[in-house]
């Protein structure tokens, strides 16, 4: 029985040291291929673009976004619509109505200061998904004054309290208009963010009141049944920087060129077009630096790319989405941008162009908060960036192990 246990115990320990040196075998520096290849990622960075612009992208409100806009920047205004269901045909109001919305964020200081808020009555139906129908002549002005909001807004919320006469909600009704619509409209440049119902914390109005022919008092406590916002303005088609707006929107185009002498093998050698088709793309990324960023330093930014699908373009063009692809296996690369820089994974699409399964025409940036906020961020051209600034792409590589044709 000893010496049954003595053969295992010797067993064991002749596996133990075939498993180490197995270990001791492995390249701990190799990322790719198998451990004794002695191939590992190479590194080739080109800062060659052909051409990079701004343009202008068709964006609509759909109704179910988070965040309730109102005011205006670089000519683009939005203004909010909030529609109270569920108040009497005939009431006395015994208490001061208020209505409270739960501030996200504001414009910066340096835009406007004070931000004035100011409210009236929408005199028309409208749906959420087709607020850009309402009609400025059907907004009218309301009795109640113009609510400074303060200098500084949390990012977690801060509720702001507005007071409304008792005469505005007792003459709530417009014949042939559902419902008591408000609308919210930011005073000259500067512009407020605030909850929307999708956040579970949407615009509240509250107040007491009676009903005829009976002395019971009444609350009224509700979130408005349907909110959203407008969008009205223009802007140029078409613009010589590098940009992301997300009202209205503006996405950017760039074509960087590969040139085959960047990929070599580990003695120096540039890969010829077998080659190149089956190596790795282990990584690429667009490097970007910001010029200016006046939203997202506490904001997560989101940034998609896409291939263009379009022949290789002479000059700026507006692009559609039927002109652009989603390459399979692309992600979005989301970060707060308080760095000079940012990296968008560009891995799949490179992939595509290395291996000439996709013709490189170029590629479309957009930020997936397009009509949810008044972001925006512009980055440096290659065309008039100062040293150490002009955008790049980085790519990491692996060389096929067999090389040749």
């Known amino acids: 029985m000893i010496m049954k246990k003595l053969s295992g115990l010797k067993l064991l320990s002749m596996l133990i040291i075939i498993i180490a040196l197995a270990s001791a075998c492995t390249r701990k520096d190799n990322l790719t291929g198998d451990n004794w290849s002695g191939i590992g990622p190479q590194i080739a960075v080109s800062d060659s673009f052909n051409l990079a612009y701004s343009y202008q992208h068709e964006g609509k409100v759909k109704g179910t976004e988070g965040y309730i806009l ?12 909030l529609r109270f269901t569920g108040l009497q045909e005939e009431m006395t109001v015994i208490e001061q109505p208020t209505l409270k919305i739960v501030a996200t964020r504001r ?25 850009d129908l309402i009609s400025d002549a059907n907004i009218t002005p309301l009795d109640i004054p113009d609510y400074v909001v303060a200098d500084s807004v949390s990012s977690l919320g801060d509720t702001l309290t507005v007071n409304i006469s008792a005469d505005i909600i007792q003459n709530w009704k417009t014949t042939d208009v559902t419902g008591f619509n408000l609308v919210i409209k930011a005073e000259e440049d500067g512009w407020l963010e605030f909850k929307a119902n999708e956040l579970a914390n949407g615009a509240l ?14 609350t009224y406590n509700q979130r408005a049944y349907k909110d959203s916002y407008r969008i009205t303005g223009t802007q140029d088609n078409i613009e010589d920087d590098l940009k992301l707006k997300n009202l209205r929107p503006e996405r950017m185009y760039l074509k960087y060129t590969l040139p085959n002498s960047m990929f070599v093998d580990t003695l120096g050698n540039e890969l010829n077009a077998t ?11 667009l ?10 330093e506490n904001t997560v930014c989101y940034f998609y790319p896409y291939r263009v699908k379009a022949d290789t373009l002479a000059a700026p063009t507006v ?47 957009k930020n997936n908060a397009e009509m949810m906020n008044f972001g925006s961020v512009e980055f440096w051209h290659y065309s008039d960036a100062p040293a150490g600034k002009k955008p790049y792409v980085k790519i990491y590589y692996t060389i096929p192990f067999l090389k040749g044709d």
């Not at 109102?70 to 619509?81: H, L, P, Q, R, Y």
């Not at 989301?334 to 013709?359: E, H, N, P, R, Y």
């Open 107 to 131: 414009s910066p200081l340096e835009t406007r200061s004070p931000l004035e808020l100011s409210f009236h009555k929408l005199n028309q139906n409208w749906a959420p998904d087709s607020t």
């Open 205 to 218: 109005l509250t107040f007491k009141y009676r009903v005829p022919d009976d002395t019971t008092t009444y």
């Open 275 to 285: 080659e190149r088709k089956r190596m790795t793309i282990n990584k690429a990324e």
């Open 70 to 81: 109102c005011g205006s920047e670089d000519g683009i205004t939005a203004v909010s619509v």
């Open 287 to 296: 490097i970007l630096f910001v010029k200016d960023n006046p939203y997202y």
């Open 319 to 365: 692009l559609t989405d039927s002109d652009l692809e989603a390459v399979a296996y692309t992600y979005s690369s989301g970060t707060k941008i308080t760095a000079d820089s940012v990296k968008i994974d560009i891995t799949a699409i490179t992939q595509g162009f290395t291996s000439a399964d996709l013709q490189n025409n170029g590629i479309v940036i």
